[in-house]
């Protein structure tokens, strides 16, 4: 082996070791592509569609991260889904704590007002942390809680479920009552499908389920979606 080909060796290694180091997760985490290959994944966060109209801190990848007790509880919701030719959509899941301060530092700006219309038209900016629609620590943080919906398994089409994910106001209540009789039966059945592979939802928001008896419960964490 000659001098340059040692050298090109050891930068290709040095790559590769860095790579690997920086996509390592945290013990008891998966990528949930490992177990569910086929499910949607639109990481609302990665992206600007979202209520702060930007990509969120800590999102560089459209990776679905969870603990490796709620992928697997996720696996199973999927599974039963397909049955009726129906499929999970994940919003979010693994967030990290950077995200949320990003979220701090947004709403703290009352004149950054960009996606109001889309997402809290009736509700004040400046009362969405007293309305409890944003959180200064979040569930997610600690890996075992997803934003989801059912999607048709045949166009991909999401369910109407009566309001658009992430929309802050009564709308997206699981319990409102202005909704057509196919908006209450499809909220219904998420609800139904979730409960059973033990998730419990959240009242002000019908896409939002954690695994009961998380894995950390106390922890949260805030390494990078990547």
């Keep these: 082996m000659n001098y340059k080909t040692l050298i090109y060796l050891t930068i290709f290694i ?25 499910l949607d ?30 992928a697997e509880k ?11 030719n129906l499929c999970l959509k994940v919003y979010d899941g693994y967030r990290p704590q ?3 301060n990003h979220f701090i530092r ?12 889309e ?7 400046r009362n969405l942390f007293n309305s409890g629609y944003i959180a ?18 045949q166009t991909g089409e999401p369910l109407d479920m009566g309001s658009p994910y992430d929309f802050f106001g009564h709308e997206s209540w699981v319990t409102h009552e202005s909704l057509t009789e196919i ?19 959240y009242a002000k928001e019908w896409w939002h389920f954690t695994l009961r008896w998380e894995s950390y419960p106390k922890t949260y964490f805030d390494f990078d979606v990547e």
């Design 183 to 201: 908006q209450k039966k499809n909220r219904q059945l998420l609800q139904t499908v979730m409960l059973k592979h033990n998730f419990r939802s």
């Design 106 to 117: 947004w709403a703290r700006d009352l004149n950054d007002t960009l996606n109001k219309s």
């Design 136 to 153: 200064s620590r979040s569930g997610h943080s600690r890996g075992s809680t997803v934003d989801l919906t059912i999607i048709d398994g």
């Design 14 to 38: 040095g790559i590769s070791f860095s790579f690997q180091k920086s996509n390592k997760l945290p013990e008891g985490f998966v990528y949930v592509s490992s177990l569910i290959p086929d």
């Design 74 to 84: 996720l696996k199973r919701v999927q599974e039963e889904l397909q049955e009726q």
């Design 41 to 70: 994944v639109e990481l609302r966060y990665y992206t600007t569609h979202n209520f702060v109209g930007d990509t969120i801190d800590g999102y560089h990848a459209n990776q679905l991260i969870l603990t490796k007790g709620t």
């Design 119 to 125: 997402f809290y038209p009736e509700v004040k900016k």
């Design 98 to 100: 950077k995200a949320v």
